[in-house]
């Protein structure tokens, strides 16, 4: 069962008469329950790779199969639903909304939810769930900037998490971080992954895609290499 | 439960604009002031013609006033041509055969009443007074809705008996009687002695007719039965002016009539103007007021008066609503990024779509209600203001003037439509100008919006 399939994607960008292949026709799969690092270095096609993953975008061609749905096929609100119900964002500068506070963060992918968007008390218990499981049960009305750059990130985890997503889309989740706040947040994630849930990490530092199980190398807009690291944290 | 998504909305978007306190508030200024300024002009608008209606109407709805006018200079100069050297007096206005005619022609009237009116100094002891002195008879007051402070007023037997008896309006009586009881006491109008046998109530002056700019003001007469009037007076009149006498002999200075249907007054004002063209001949001595077409001019004047403010009102709205579509852009630029979220998120073209609109609307919205609350401020400003402009800018000299009176007669009235119109305006303003910021904030490219800095 996957999660996930890329079946010879590719995406181009036409900037006046020059054609840019971003990517030139990528397949992988990934399996429920999955733990991937994607890297490379910039250019290589990893960020267009993340957008398409992360529907925020439709590929020039091939398919990208995301829990039964051809997410190149679906209309503009489709692909938010699809954003809002199968995929869960980390980034790597947070990107939470200054204004709300935390609990109100981790609550607006359920404001987006097309069939009940009202907040009943399960979805309160949820949310509060979620932010003791990041430990943050104790700063539930902190605004962003009241909290360090690992707190902020624990809140984009628990947003991540609300709708129950399939997959889990990192992009540098420890990019701004220091090494101590990376390896709490990498902990975070690799229990996520033990709990079944499918992660896809972007990132360059071998030392956070050393924790996935395993690794795809993009380069050129095609994938180049894939490998096996031994994790750490595996038993 | 779109109420409840609704009211979620509304409360997130009240969140965003309590962010930027100033930037709002300074946003809605545009709004505050137009709602503001269409209240208050139509609350002074309402009160100007609900004071000029009632001027109007105390003139009485169902009545035709009948005037005595003074025809231009040249017609009475070829009058008199040919006799120059001799005293002429000029004859000109309404006959007694006039009314006669009316009274016995007319089958729409129920009732009529004519009066000479010479403006005279009346005098007791050393007060005097300029007073208008009317010959009448007893259906005057009730024609003019006049009422009887004290005493009783001129009845039929005074006129029969050509009585020497007098009426004094509330101005008359408290400027040459301030202490005593006038009742029982003579006052005395150029050589004659009257016996006052009762005192007016005072009244409001009624609307302007006639082309004169002051309306009748009725607490400066004196009434004394029309008989009288002409055995003690006559028909004609010397005035003294700059050195020369002037003469003038007038039978009857106006007379009213009253019709029986509403319906009749017009159609009986042409006859009567009809019927005195032809005993009249060429001489323009005369004119024939319908305070009922008064009111329907005044009604059209406000029409006018409406259409005015509220094309004004309407571009001081349009104004502020550029304002705040300005500034909404600007906010949807500052906000690219948490736009950028939000759709990654979940959220749909029409989610951000309703999400700015509905913070421009509670932005209009809220302007619309802070300037409803100034409007019915108004009536209260203005009070402030005239007291103000009484004490501070208008001296005493020129307290009577037609400028100063107009100003200070006004009372602005708050045109309860308004209010909700004025809402409902503001609230329109605030979707027609926020549509495109609201749109140009969905069609962002979500990878551009998450990309930005």
Sequence with gaps: MYAARLIDLTKFYYLGDNVVRALRGVSADFPQGDFVAIMGSSGSGKSTLLNLLGALDRPTSGQYILSGYDVGKLSDDDLSQIRNRLIGFIFQSYNLIPQYTVLENIQVPLHYRIDSRNIGSAEMNRCLDLASRVGLGDRLDHRPFQLSGGQQQRVAIARALVNDPEIILADEPTGNLDSQTEKEIMDLLTNLNREGRTIILVTHETSVAKRARHQIVMKDGLIHSEGMFTTEGEK | MPFANTLRTVRLAL?????????????MLGIVFGVFSVIAMLAIGEGASAQAQKQVLSLGATNIIVLTVKPPAD???????????????????????????????????????RMREILSEAQYLQRTINARLVGSTT???????????????????????????????????????PLEDPIGQTVQVRTHRYTIIGVMRSRTASAAIGGSMSGQDFNKDIYIPLSTFRVRIGDIVFTRLSGTFMAEQVELSQITLKVREMADVVPTSEVVKESLRKSHGSKADFDVVVPLELLRQADQIRHIFNIVLGSIAAISLIVGGIGIMNIMLATVTERTREIGIRRALGARQRDIISQFLTETIVLAG????????????????????KGIVNNFVLDRSSGTSQMSKMFTEMDPKIAWWSLPVAFGISVGIGIIFGIYPARSAAMMDPIEALRHE
């Design chain 2, 366 to 385: 809220s302007g619309g209600l802070i300037g409803i609350l100034l409007g019915l401020c108004t009536p209260l400003a203005f009070e402030g203001l």
């Design chain 2, 15 to 27: 969140k965003s604009l309590l962010l930027h306190k100033l930037r709002s508030g300074l946003t």
């Design chain 2, 139 to 177: 259906e005057y007051a009730e024609m003019n809705h006049l009422q009887m402070l004290r005493g009783r007023f001129l009845s039929d037997k005074d006129e029969a008996d050509m009585a020497n008896v007098a009426v004094l309006g509330a101005e008359t009586a408290s400027t040459l009687f």
């Design chain 2, 75 to 113: 017609s009475q100069q070829s009058q008199n041509r040919g006799s120059s050297r001799s005293m002429q007096v000029p004859a000109y206005g309404l006959l007694r055969s006039d009314y006669d005619l009316l009274v016995s022609t007319l089958p729409t009237i129920s009732g009529a009443v």
